[in-house]
Each structure stands twice: as structure tokens, then as C-alpha cells.
């Protein structure tokens, strides 16, 4: 059995995909996944993808500097390992039961409770996480690097906003849940 190996579509927001081949244009990177049954190509934004990295270890840079702005290949790289470490190691959990509960509180104003558990994430994103909770070495010398604690940051505000939402509207559920239930026996 001959395996065929794989490139990686390394994206901007820290994300990989595994890719069987690809194309590019002036705006798009075609490709397809693998493991995809279908024949039709997906496309990304070239401005979404950073780099293409081929099997024999040669990487096909899509991301172009841009001295205006101040982004390196390198500074955008460190960005992405930032956001790397973020995902695989940032696992702050207290807003989660806090959000719940105030989901599960703000099923008692009926209608007016829908955003209320947005609000909560929007007001819990606005505070990034002081310090990173990396492995002590862990991404030396980059982790020291302006570049990835921003990265870090974004990717952790990030996390605990989708978490907050997704906790918030279940303890929301879980409030609506408990009032009908009650309202409907307590009737009979």
C-alpha cells in the first residue's frame, strides 16, 4: 500500500489543514483536503492563508510582507505560533460555570433575556489573559517575542468569548427549560 504524503495549508488564524493539492491565483488559494470525496476544489482567501508547506519540507509562502503596516514573515509566523500555543494550552475555565449561572439567572426576564449571555462574552473579552500558560521552554525563543504574546492573547479572548456564549445560551436554555416545566406542572 503507497501512502502519498501530505502538504499543510497553514492558515493566518493558527489553524492547518491537510491537503492533497493545490492552486493559486491574484485572490484565492484552490485546494483539496484529505480525505475529501468530492471532486470540487474549496477555496480560501489568499489574505486568510500564510503558507503551503510541502511534503519534502519546502514551504510555498502565500502571506507578503508588508512594511507599511509593519508585518515581517517572521513577525506574523511568531503571531501564529502565539495563537498555536493559545489553542493548545489555554484552558482558563472559570468564566464557563459564571456564565452558565447568569444564563440560567437571566431566564426569569423572559424575552429580554436573549442577550444577556452576549453581553457577558462581549464584556469577558474585552480582558486578555496577563500571562501565557505555556510549558516553561516550550516555543524558546519565539515565546518571548512581542509577536506571540499578542497572538496568545487574541487566541485566548477568542476562546473565552466562543465559550462564554455557548455556556451563557445553555444555562439560558437550561433556565427556560426549568421555568416551563415548573409553570406547566404547578398548573394542574
Known amino acids: 500500500m503507497a501512502v502519498k504524503a501530505q502538504e499543510k495549508m497553514l492558515l493566518i488564524n493558527g489553524k492547518t489543514i491537510d491537503i492533497n ?4 491565483n491574484e485572490e484565492f488559494v484552490f ?9 470540487k476544489s474549496r477555496l480560501a482567501e489568499k489574505v486568510d492563508v500564510f503558507s503551503i508547506q510541502k511534503p519534502d519540507g519546502t514551504e510555498v509562502m502565500i502571506f507578503e510582507a508588508d512594511s507599511a503596516n509593519g508585518l515581517s514573515i517572521e513577525g506574523v509566523r511568531n503571531y501564529i505560533r502565539g ?3 493559545a489553542m493548545r494550552f489555554y484552558s482558563e475555565q472559570a468564566h464557563v460555570g459564571e456564565s452558565a ?8 426576564l423572559g424575552f429580554y433575556s436573549f442577550p444577556i449571555p452576549m453581553f457577558n462574552a462581549v464584556v469577558l473579552g474585552r480582558f486578555s489573559p496577563k500571562k501565557m500558560k505555556i510549558p516553561e521552554g516550550y516555543d524558546a525563543p519565539y515565546s518571548g517575542t512581542e509577536e506571540y504574546l499578542i497572538g496568545y492573547q487574541k487566541k485566548a479572548r477568542n476562546l473565552k468569548i466562543q465559550q462564554s456564549l455557548k455556556w451563557g445560551y445553555i444555562g439560558l436554555g437550561v433556565g427556560l427549560i426549568a ?3 415548573y409553570s406547566t406542572t404547578s398548573e394542574k
Open 21 to 24: 493539492s493545490h492552486s493559486i
Open 31 to 39: 485546494y483539496k483536503r484529505t480525505g475529501d470525496v468530492k471532486n
Open 83 to 85: 495563537e498555536q500555543a
Open 101 to 108: 449561572i447568569l444564563g440560567m439567572a437571566s431566564s426569569l
Open 179 to 181: 421555568i416551563i416545566t
